[in-house]
């Protein structure tokens, strides 16, 4: 079972703050690194590197889900895959397979060696990669966070990495041919199929024989049928194939799974030639994807082995497998750092930067000698952070600003830690709906806030409703809001309750006036990404994320308040956000660009400080 789709009820895992191995890699090189990543939000630049490693495991991939027996080495089909409304393979609507339709060629066309296929499948390569760097280099261009230009990339470099990849899983298909097939050779030549089959142009119920089945010794064509991997099917959207362990904190996406020989074995692909600190991750994150086998599997079935391959170097690093004992401490250690992680919200104070050591790895994944860096804090000296992190020894200078003149009038700035997005307010309970209990034990209700001549429309917000409401709130009553997220809606102040709002009975004395809620923010900041651009197809809004000294804010625009500056900010420009409505995006501030908001550039990247 390569995939476990999580419960869609499931309501007590946010299934945007699952734990993977890449934040537990991220949360061991350093705690602060991963605040910063996945708290605050701060997204690092995207090199050039990025479209390589999505070029060649995307051709890679449709090399395998091609076969011999229906496709030449230069035709223009491809095993195409149809897709469901998720954007996932769809298994079980037999009638849009290409598979079921094509012809098998002659049998005398078919490759009968080893040199004769890898020819078929480098040809293969060829007719997929091109279209494949095309799509990885628009996609890459599309991220206006990028750094570094395209031809920083070799091209035949990537080419190469393809063909690499062929020849280790030619590898598998001879071992295949070495085992007889294996141990279920014979299910497959009578049609049976896998649950989660192997991407190959055929739906999941699809029980008639293939043409390479025989009843002799198993041929090269037969093998490349029989061995092909389970993998990510390059026509899915992203995210739609990723495995979930049962308490569905965690997942993870597995690249190459071998089943034939009877056993599973996991394999990693990596366009790098394996050499620096990041080996040390990956040799990590292979065997946390061990441990989520054997947790999809029901602690029942354990890999056989796990492979990196290098691509660049076209050698295979075995990686030690965890054992039972060591895969149930890593169950308890993971579960730990999920509920200290991402089932709360942690302080920056909780997430030290305290470095681990930066290891030194040398071609093909071998550890170099010494082993790692004698200086504690070396991984601070290439750390995307060190600029603004008290860890580091390198100084940047942030916006700190209070106050600016401009367009005649001056403005009171607001530093961003001193932000307010949530208030608190006592009031009068007018024209009440609800309160209803909902399945997740939250409480639906809306009603108006009076106070004096003073209201404000109270409701859930869009990421959910309210746990503490008070069991005395009723028509006329008078109540305390506590933690609402304010904002003005077609002139009106509206309070957005969520999971860490509440409603409770107001005390005698307890004031909170409504009047003197803030919804309007002015800020001076860095800006530390761009994350989104309008492209007037699926994106229509403009967000960044910007910094000054005291901490990291978000920033968003939608469609027509777009301001006309946003075509010329680019990453490193000081800017000023003036009149900006305060809100709240996953857990941090927003200064959302909206009616009478304004966007003014104060310096350009060029002037200053390198991030």
């Known amino acids: 079972m390569p995939v476990r789709r999580p419960d869609p009820d499931n309501s007590k895992v946010n299934p945007y703050r699952r734990l993977s191995a890449t934040q537990v890699n991220a949360w061991r090189n350093c705690p602060r690194l991963w ?18 490693g999505n070029a060649v495991e995307n051709c890679v991939c449709r090399v395998l889900r091609d076969s011999p027996a229906f496709i030449s080495a230069d035709s223009g089909v491809s095993m195409l895959s149809p897709l469901a409304n998720d954007g996932s393979p769809a298994f079980d609507e037999p009638d849009y397979w290409v598979g079921p339709a094509l012809e098998a060629r002659l049998k005398s066309e078919w490759p009968t060696d080893r040199a004769s296929l890898e020819a078929w499948a480098t040809s293969r390569a060829e007719t997929h990669f091109q279209r494949c760097w095309d799509e990885a280099v628009a996609d890459w261009k599309a991220s206006p966070n990028r750094t570094g230009s395209e031809d920083d990339i070799d091209v035949a470099e990537g080419r190469e ?9 030619l590898d598998q298909v001879g071992a295949c041919i070495d085992a007889g097939g294996g141990p279920g050779i014979e299910a497959w030549r009578r049609g049976s199929r896998e649950h989660w089959p192997a991407p190959d142009g ?11 089945a025989s009843s002799g010794p198993v041929s090269w064509a037969e093998a490349w049928e029989v061995a ?25 996406e597995y690249d190459l799974v071998y089943r034939w020989s009877g056993s599973t074995s996991i394999v990693d692909l990596k366009a790098s030639i394996g050499r620096g600190d990041r080996s040390g991750s990956y040799l990590d994150q292979l065997r946390m994807y061990g441990w989520l086998w054997w947790e999809t599997h029901e602690r029942a079935e354990e890999v056989e082995a796990l492979e990196i391959w290098y691509l ?14 060591e895969m149930s401490g890593m169950s308890e250690q993971f579960e730990q750092l999920y509920q200290m992680i991402h089932a709360r919200d942690p302080d920056m104070t909780e997430c030290p930067p305290t470095p681990s050591p930066l290891r030194f790895f040398d071609d093909g994944g071998v550890p170099g000698d010494p082993p790692a ?18 860890g580091s020894d390198h100084d940047l200078v942030l916006p700190m600003e209070r106050r600016i003149e401009r367009f005649g009038h001056a403005w009171p700035v607001t530093p961003i830690s001193e932000i307010q997005t949530r208030v608190s307010v006592v009031g009068e309970v007018v024209g009440l709906q609800g309160p209803n209990l909902q399945d997740d034990g939250t409480v639906s209700l809306e009603f108006t806030l009076q106070d004096g001549y003073d209201r404000a429309r109270v409701r859930p917000s869009r990421y959910g409703a309210p746990l503490e409401v008070t069991r005395a709130i009723a028509e006329g009553s008078r109540v305390r809001i506590g933690d609402g997220l304010a904002s003005v809606w077609r002139g009106q102040l509206q309070i957005d309750l969520d999971g860490k709002s509440s409603i409770t009975v107001a005390e005698d004395g307890d004031e909170a006036p409504i009047v003197e809620v803030e919804t309007r923010v002015s800020v001076v900041a860095r800006v530390w990404s761009i994350d989104a651009y309008p492209n007037g197809v699926d994106v229509h809004r403009w967000a960044i994320t910007i910094m000054d000294q005291t901490g990291s804010a ?5 469609r027509q308040f777009v301001p006309l500056s946003a075509a010329a900010i680019t990453r490193g420009d000081e800017i000023a956000i003036l009149n900006g409505e305060v809100g709240e995006w996953a857990g941090r501030p927003q200064v959302r660009i909206g009616p009478g908001a304004r966007v003014v550039i104060l310096r350009h990247s060029d002037d200053t400080p390198d991030f």
């Open 373 to 390: 860096h004698p200086d504690e804090r070396a991984r601070c000296e290439r750390c995307d952070y060190r600029g603004f992190c008290e």
């Open 202 to 212: 055929f739906p999941r119920s699809w029980d008639e024989p293939h043409p390479t």
């Open 35 to 52: 605040y910063y990543g996945w708290m605050e939000r701060l997204k690092t630049p995207l090199p050039p590197q990025i479209l390589r």
């Open 312 to 325: 660049g170097t076209g050698t295979v690093k075995d990686v030690p497998r965890p054992n039972a004992e």
């Open 554 to 558: 978000a920033s968003v625009a939608f």
């Open 161 to 169: 990495m393809v063909n690499a990849a062929i020849r280790l899983h």
């Open 228 to 252: 092909r991997p389970w993998f990510v099917d390059p026509d899915a959207k992203s995210f739609t194939q990723t495995s979930t362990i049962p308490g569905e904190w965690f997942q993870g």
